[in-house]
């Protein structure tokens, strides 16, 4: 697997940490941390869809006041 197969955010600047993704070819989702890209986790592409569709539902937003 190289480098270039793994996408962030476009607003990822390189002095800060981003998430990386990647499609790897056996299905799924690849992610790292763009600042130690060697641990990975993974997802089957059915995790991976309900983790995006809870996210765009807003069962993952939270109040920054500790709330």
Partial sequence: ?????????ST?????ACVE?????MGGVN???????KPRLYFYAEEW???VAAVKNGE???DQGGQ
Avoid at 12 to 16: G, N, W
Avoid at 21 to 25: A, G, H, L, M, Q
Avoid at 31 to 37: K, T, V
């Fill in 49 to 51: 869809a309900e983790f």
């Fill in 60 to 62: 993952y937003d939270y």
């Fill in 1 to 9: 697997m190289s480098d270039s197969e793994w996408r962030k955010p």
């Fill in 21 to 25: 993704v990647r499609r790897p070819e």
């Fill in 31 to 37: 992610i790292r941390a763009s600042e130690d890209p």
């Fill in 12 to 16: 990822c600047s390189t002095d800060r």
